[in-house]
């Protein structure tokens, strides 16, 4: 089910979902309970959605790169490496695999996104910062927006955009310091009276946010 809602997000957020079953081992190299439990999860994936690019079990090596998937991977696949959607076997893996990756590149992390739900919601810990909230409200608007049934999200679009003048007004925050991939448009000047085209502009005003803000302060004293 992990697999097959996650191709779904990856979906809404514009990226053709290529899924990787990861293991330690590729296609059978390897044997143990771990990699029968992943060869279990894709069968069950391949029967949900059987016209799913989905690959597994198989090595992130393999899944993301052409030239180790040419050595590892016999015959064709649709997605070994290039796939675009990466499906940890536990929590202990996936939990320490993006922490490892957002600290030793600086890339950002951006959820976790809650997926499956009737309706997009999304969490936020009591020690969440600004560029946070906003991230996760970009998040929340995306999936709220493909489950209306418009399509997917332009991110070429939204990425050329410039969401800062949704929080540069809060004191003490640094606008240089956001780090946000999904960004949306500056709100109109004065004396226009169209609405920004922009996620973050059209949900939460600065003023929401701010109050926002307040109350994860209140969380944390």
């Not at 079953?21 to 439990?37: I, K």
């Not at 590892?72 to 695999?97: C, H, M, R, W, Y």
């Not at 922490?99 to 936020?124: E, F, H, I, R, S």
Request: charged share 20%.
């Amino acid at each position: 089910q992990i697999a097959v809602v996650s191709a779904d997000t990856a979906r809404a957020f514009g990226i053709e979902p290529r899924v990787a079953m990861l293991s330690y081992s590729t296609l059978g190299s390897g044997e143990g309970p771990d990699v029968q439990l992943v060869s279990e999860a894709v069968r069950l994936a391949k029967q949900l959605r059987p016209d799913e690019k989905l690959c597994g079990p198989i090595q992130y090596d393999a899944a993301i790169d052409p030239n180790v998937a040419a050595v590892k991977v016999k015959g064709q696949s649709e997605v070994a490496g290039k796939a675009t959607v990466f499906i940890f076997p536990d929590l202990n893996t996936g939990n320490n695999t993006y922490k490892a990756v957002q600290q030793a590149t600086g890339a950002v992390a951006m959820g976790p996104v809650m997926q499956g739900l009737t309706k997009p919601v999304n969490d936020l810990s009591r020690g969440c910062t600004v560029p946070d909230i906003v991230n996760t409200i970009c998040l929340t608007s995306v999936q709220a927006m493909y489950n209306k049934g418009q399509n997917t999200v332009d991110l070429e679009t939204i990425g050329a955009m410039d969401s800062m003048d949704v929080v540069d007004q809060l004191p003490g925050f640094d606008p240089s310091q956001f780090p946000g991939i999904l960004q949306a448009s500056a709100l109109p000047t004065q004396g226009q009276n169209q609405p920004a085209n922009g996620l973050v502009n059209q949900i939460v005003p600065s003023g929401s946010m701010s109050k926002a803000s307040e109350k994860e302060e209140e969380a944390e004293i």
